[in-house]
């Protein structure tokens, strides 16, 4: 007799992103022909050679071994560095933890983190994998609210927030939305965790895409603070800065030394180290930094302020995301929900995009952290999500034909 699997995890429902990425690829083997995909964040440049070189010599010379779950010294001066010059932060390399990807090391701050019955506050319109890896941990995910521009405000959290509340997550540029959050905003956010005595992780994937104002670290608003007293953990990744998704490489700054030591724990378990090679392409990528960030962001700057405008004109964008790589489409006119515009789109198309509530799904968990049934917030049965890293021809090829399918849409309800 096969055993049943009654856990938390088997109660948690996979991510819109799983469901149309196996919907791509079944359309792109029956139809034989090549997909628009705008629906996944991988970028359409690559790493610099000095990045890949530095990964192949590591290997030829046979740094292939464990290095220590902390990660390699060297990557993680470099890291501290660049925390100081860029970011603002104050950190050290014993608070700082290496890991497979910024997704890893975010998963394992929220098991760092987690008590039986305890809350996390996260943003209504969210990266759906924030609420998986919250309820793998054990938390309770609670939505807060976003105003019409997606920004977040104190009064919002505090009003959803409970004495079960131990964590505040905060993701700036975000994604799906773009939206960037100004001193201000985040001064705000930052008194009421202190106030309330949260944690405060703060996801900053997307710190080098930022295209009409600075990036604003969060934590650099602790500098000055005692150690021992901070409350923000940030996440960073390779992956987007540098596209090295593939590489799978992050790392977590901890706020305090309390936090770094019982992280050390969690990731002994459950990942005994990352990989070396990638941690010398690490190197390699923070010393070239300056370049290659600047490059990057360029070449996501001109896709949005080429392909993006004709969406706007169309009505299903109200302005340029101000950072990030994904746009928010409101495809309400076309009078079919999120789900049944991305099938079509697809089918009739040929272009692939997310639907926008799955970036909205609000889990009811019951005692034991098992989701007993989920829904989605009804203003996001309109949306739907596009990335515009990809390949500008891919992107506007994409955008074009989207654009023929509303208006195929409104022709047919006309
Ligand atoms: C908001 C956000 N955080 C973290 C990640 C994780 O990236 P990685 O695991 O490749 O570092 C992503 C990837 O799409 C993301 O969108």
Redesign the pocket.
Known sequence: MTPAIHSAAESIPSSCLHGIFRAAEEQEKQAGVDVMKLHV?DPYFNPGEDVAAAFVDAVQRGETKYTGVEGMTALREAAVEKLRVDNGIDSDVSRLLISP????G?AALLQTLAEPGAEILLPELH?P??VQQSLLAGFRPVLYRLDENFHPDADSIAAVATPRTKVLLI?SP??PTGAILDRAEIESLLQLARERGWHVIS?E??EHFTYDREHLSVASLERDVPVAERIVHS?F????SFAM?GY???YVALANDKAADVMKVVQEANIIGTSTPAQYAGIAALASRAQSTAANRKLVQHNRDVALPPLIDAGLLRELPAGGWYAMLDVGRTGLDSETFATKLLEAKGVAVVPGNGFAMRPHVDDHGRVTSHDYAPWAQHLVRIAFCVDPTWLENGIGRLLEFVEECDERSA
Not at 101 to 104: A, I, K, N, P, W
Not at 237 to 240: A, E, I, N, Q
């Open positions: 964040g990807g910024s997704c890893q975010l990266w994998v924030h993701n975000a994604n996801d994937a997307y996440v990744t390779f992956s987007k998704t799978r490489l992050g």
